[in-house]
């Protein structure tokens, strides 16, 4: 493959070397784009990265196991790697940010592409990898001076964790900029935290950085007081919460009730125990993004992973009307909560379309 473009057919290629999880094949391909003229960036940007995208979907839909899934991100790394190795790199700048996850978020590719670009854009970097906790990325930060850090949130949920490395920052006069899909559209969740910057993208992150050097402490936080009392209940109150909502949910999915009959009678068999944390994994989630969306005070966050639920179960045969039961379960728990009530109302409102299927006659 001789390529000088990204094409469809490049693309479509690229993403048959992750289906067959070929290594070879991928690095090939992509370091042939390199070669043949096409920009490390365009290559990072326009073909990993959207592929990968491509490789999600096809997990959620039920497409692709869990393994298939972690084979083809596994390439995907090594072509970031190849692609970073077989371009210039613009050396010696004093300009030096730190990339990190949010605590809680295991998604480091975003965050390896993003700083393989910036390195080539002639940043100097520092790649701390996945779910960094405030502490750490405190003292790493005392310890190498950067003049930016760069937070990478994939998850929703993570927002709260987000919001103390933010805040960690802050204190020790570093400057945050945010990305990633996490932080919400435009990153509405990310200057509610008070970071000081967002970026769409790693192209537009090293764009903004260049143009408005040095970076400059200047975001404010805006969650508010009585909201992370709320939250604080919520984490507080989360085993209860997710021990009665595994107990009304029992029938829907299988593994929490395959539990719950294996420990009756013989002990828990592996596969059950594994259903089990899925289950309990899921509705885990489905928590902490009710949480987050207390904490900033916005209910899309709740709402969105909703959506993702209902895809989620309809492409697995779960039926999607349990979370139609979950919000009710947890609207009955939660009364003393008037920012969770709320939420929980916009959740069960963004689920109407569920309810009025459910009615239509058969
Ligand atoms: C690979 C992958 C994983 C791997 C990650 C391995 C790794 N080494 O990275 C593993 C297996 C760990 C994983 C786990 C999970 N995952 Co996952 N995962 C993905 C997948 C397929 C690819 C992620 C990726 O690399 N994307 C490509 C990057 C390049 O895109 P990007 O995030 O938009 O990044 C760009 C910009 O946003 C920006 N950017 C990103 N960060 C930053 C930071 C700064 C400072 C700046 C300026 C810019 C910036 O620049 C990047 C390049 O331009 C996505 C699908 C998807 N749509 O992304 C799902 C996805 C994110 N995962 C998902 C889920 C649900 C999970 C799990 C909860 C699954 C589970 N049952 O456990 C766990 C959660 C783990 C955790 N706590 O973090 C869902 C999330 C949906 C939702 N609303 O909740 C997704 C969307 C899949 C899907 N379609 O359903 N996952």
């Given at each position: 493959m001789?390529?000088?473009?990204i ?14 999880a070929?290594?070879?094949?991928a690095?090939e391909?992509?370091v042939?784009l ?6 490390a960036?365009?290559?990072?940007l326009g073909?990993?990265?959207p ?8 997990w ?11 084979a083809?991100?596994h ?9 970073a190795?077989a ?8 300009r030096h940010v ?9 998604h ?5 592409i993003l ?5 080539l854009?002639?940043?100097?970097v ?8 405030p ?6 930060v005392?310890?190498?001076g950067p003049d930016?850090v760069?937070?990478?949130c ?6 709260p ?12 006069g570093?400057?945050v900029m945010?990305?990633?899909p ?14 000081d ?5 790693a192209r537009?992150?090293a ?8 970076p400059?402490l ?7 007081a009585?909201a ?5 209940v919520l984490?507080?109150r989360?085993p ?13 999915f299988?593994?929490l009730?395959?539990?719950a009959?294996s420990?009756?009678t013989s002990?828990?068999s592996?596969?059950?125990g594994?259903?089990h944390e899925?289950?309990?994994?899921f509705l885990?989630?489905?928590?902490d ?10 209910a899309?966050?709740f709402?969105?992973?909703?959506a993702?639920?209902?895809a989620?179960f309809?492409a697995r045969s779960?039926?999607?009307h ?6 009710d ?18 959740g069960?409102?963004?689920?109407v379309?569920l309810?009025?299927?459910?009615r239509?006659?058969?």
């Amino acid at each position: 493959m001789n390529a000088n473009r990204i094409t469809d057919a490049v693309q479509a290629d690229f993403d048959a070397c992750l289906a067959d999880a070929d290594e070879g094949g991928a690095l090939e391909l992509a370091v042939g784009l390199v070669t043949s003229g096409v920009s490390a960036e365009d290559v990072l940007l326009g073909l990993v990265a959207p592929a990968q995208v491509r490789v999600g979907e096809r997990w959620a839909s039920g497409e692709w196991t869990v393994a298939r899934e972690h084979a083809a991100t596994h390439v995907s790394r090594l072509t970031v790697d190849a692609v970073a190795a077989a371009a210039p790199v613009g050396g010696g700048s004093p300009r030096h940010v730190l990339v990190a996850c949010g605590d809680g978020e295991w998604h480091v590719l975003p965050s390896h592409i993003l700083t393989e670009v910036l390195r080539l854009r002639g940043f100097r970097v520092r790649s701390l990898g996945g779910s960094v906790s405030p502490h750490e990325l405190l003292s790493d930060v005392h310890q190498t001076g950067p003049d930016v850090v760069a937070l990478s949130c994939t998850l929703t949920f993570n927002l709260p964790l987000a919001h103390r490395q933010i805040e960690t920052c802050r204190c020790a006069g570093v400057p945050v900029m945010t990305g990633g899909p996490g932080f919400g559209p435009e990153g509405t969740w990310a200057y509610a935290l008070g970071a000081d910057l967002y970026a769409a993208d790693a192209r537009d992150a090293a764009d903004a950085l260049l143009h408005r050097w040095p970076p400059v402490l200047c975001g404010k936080s805006s969650v508010q007081a009585a909201a992370v009392e709320e939250y604080a209940v919520l984490v507080r109150r989360r085993p209860e919460l997710l021990a009665h909502l595994a107990h009304v949910l029992r029938d829907v999915f299988p593994g929490l009730r395959a539990r719950a009959n294996s420990s009756a009678t013989s002990g828990s068999s592996a596969t059950s125990g594994r259903d089990h944390e899925e289950g309990t994994g899921f509705l885990g989630r489905l928590l902490d993004s009710l949480a987050a969306a207390v904490f900033v005070d916005d209910a899309r966050v709740f709402t969105g992973q909703l959506a993702f639920a209902t895809a989620y179960f309809s492409a697995r045969s779960v039926d999607p009307h349990c979370l139609l039961t979950m919000t009710d379960a947890l609207t009955d728990r939660l009364r003393g909560s008037p920012r969770t009530l709320d939420t929980l109302s916009a959740g069960r409102q963004s689920l109407v379309p569920l309810e009025a299927e459910s009615r239509r006659p058969e």
